[in-house]
């Protein structure tokens, strides 16, 4: 099976900017989580889907949003940039509950 | 907030000896987790371990799990320079609430 495949790799933006991250999670997972990675707060959970609906939220402004499509596949999108937003985001899928989460390489993002 | 610490926060071993990460939490669990993370790529899933469960084993790897301690702990035996990476704990409270990750350990190998 082909892993979870994030793009893209890199992406470089500059303040008040929106962006689109997408993920294609491993064939048959139907949940897909979205994180925050940076130096300072380590891996922050930003949100899940399920199933095209929003299981869980992280503590996340409003800018930062998600979605995912009937074939699983999902995207986030964040409106407004921030110096702060820069980080590797990661995303990761599973099968079911008590599963574990196989992860992307993640998106890199840089703000300037 | 970060509910899983680790410790160290980091660690750095002759190729062949043995490696113990330790993580603790503060909330009851149903499961936990740990990752291994490479330098600039994703997470890769080592061991899943449930709360009813104490040890587990795969590989060189030995996982133990403390529920009275809140606390677990990963081996890594006849370490090699490859196993250099960042090792995460994960604890899930249940089945389908997110992830909470730690700050992880930084592993570095010396040949």
């Known amino acids: 099976k082909a892993g979870v495949t994030q793009t893209p790799r890199y992406l470089i933006k500059t303040r008040g900017q929106q962006v689109t991250l997408s993920c294609s999670p491993i064939s048959g997972h139907r949940s897909v989580s979205w994180y925050q990675q940076t130096p300072g707060q380590g891996l922050q959970f930003l949100f899940e889907y399920f199933s095209e609906t929003q299981r869980n939220k992280g503590n996340f402004p409003g800018r930062f949003s998600g979605r995912q499509f009937s074939n699983s596949r999902s995207e986030m999108n964040v409106s407004t940039l921030e110096l702060g937003d820069s980080a590797l985001y990661l995303c990761a899928s599973k099968q079911d509950s008590n599963q574990p989460q196989h992860f992307g390489d993640g998106t890199r993002l840089s703000i300037l | 907030s970060q509910q899983g610490e680790e410790d160290p926060q980091a660690l750095s071993i002759q190729e062949g000896e043995n490696a113990t990460m330790n993580c603790s939490y503060k909330?009851?669990?149903?499961?936990l987790q740990w990752y291994r993370q490479n330098s600039g790529r994703g997470l890769v899933h080592l061991i899943l371990?449930?709360?009813?469960?104490r040890e587990k084993h795969s590989g060189r790897l030995r996982v133990t799990l403390d529920t009275s301690k809140k606390s677990s702990s990963l081996l890594i035996t006849a370490s090699r320079a490859a196993d250099t990476a960042s090792y995460f704990c994960?604890?899930?409270?249940?089945?389908?609430?997110?992830?909470?990750f730690g700050k992880g350990t930084r592993l570095s190998v010396i040949a």
């Open positions: 371990i449930r709360s009813n469960e």
């Open positions: 909330t009851s669990i149903n499961n």
């Open positions: 994960a604890t899930a409270f249940s089945g389908n609430t997110p992830l909470v």
